[in-house]
Nanobody
Framework: QVNLVESGGGLVQAGGSLRLSCAAS????????IGWFRQAPGKEREFVAS????????KYGASVKGRFTISRDTATNTGYLQMNNLKPEDTAVYYC????????????????WGQGTQVIVSS
C-alpha cells in the first residue's frame, strides 16, 4: 500500500512556527520530487515549496520564501516543511504530493497526494 500522510498542523499565533511532516509508505518518494501545496476555503490550491530527490534542489512560492524551509529525509522516507514567522494569511489546509521534477508548481503535475493537515494562524 502506497500513500502519503501529513501531520504537524495545528493552531498557532502569528509569528509562531510549525513543522509539517509527510510520511510516505512504500517507495513513494523514490526518485520523486516532494511538493507542498495549500488551499484555503474559496481559493485555488497554491504552490508552497518543492524539493528534488538526489540534488535536493528547492523551489518556493513567493509568499513563503524566506519563511518556510522544505527538506526530506531518505532514511525515514519523510518530507518536512518548516514554517517560521507564520502569518494569518498562511491559514490553510496543507498537502504534500509527489511529482517527476521539483520545478513543477501546478497541482496537475503532482500525482500521489496526502489528505492534508490544517494550519490555523490566529491574528
Amino acid at each position: 500500500q502506497v500513500n502519503l500522510v501529513e501531520s504537524g498542523g495545528g493552531l498557532v499565533q502569528a509569528g509562531g512556527s510549525l513543522r509539517l511532516s509527510c510520511a510516505a509508505s512504500g517507495r513513494t518518494f523514490e526518485r520523486r520530487a516532494i511538493g507542498w501545496f495549500r488551499q484555503a476555503p474559496g481559493k485555488e490550491r497554491e504552490f508552497v515549496a518543492s524539493i528534488a530527490h538526489a540534488s535536493q534542489n528547492t523551489k518556493y512560492g513567493a509568499s513563503v520564501k524566506g519563511r518556510f524551509t522544505i527538506s526530506r529525509d531518505t532514511a525515514t522516507n519523510t518530507g518536512y516543511l518548516q514554517m517560521n514567522n507564520l502569518k494569518p494569511e498562511d491559514t490553510a489546509v496543507y498537502y504534500c504530493a509527489t511529482a517527476g521534477a521539483y520545478t513543477f508548481t501546478t497541482p496537475a503535475a503532482y500525482g500521489v497526494w496526502g489528505q492534508g493537515t490544517q494550519v490555523i494562524v490566529s491574528s
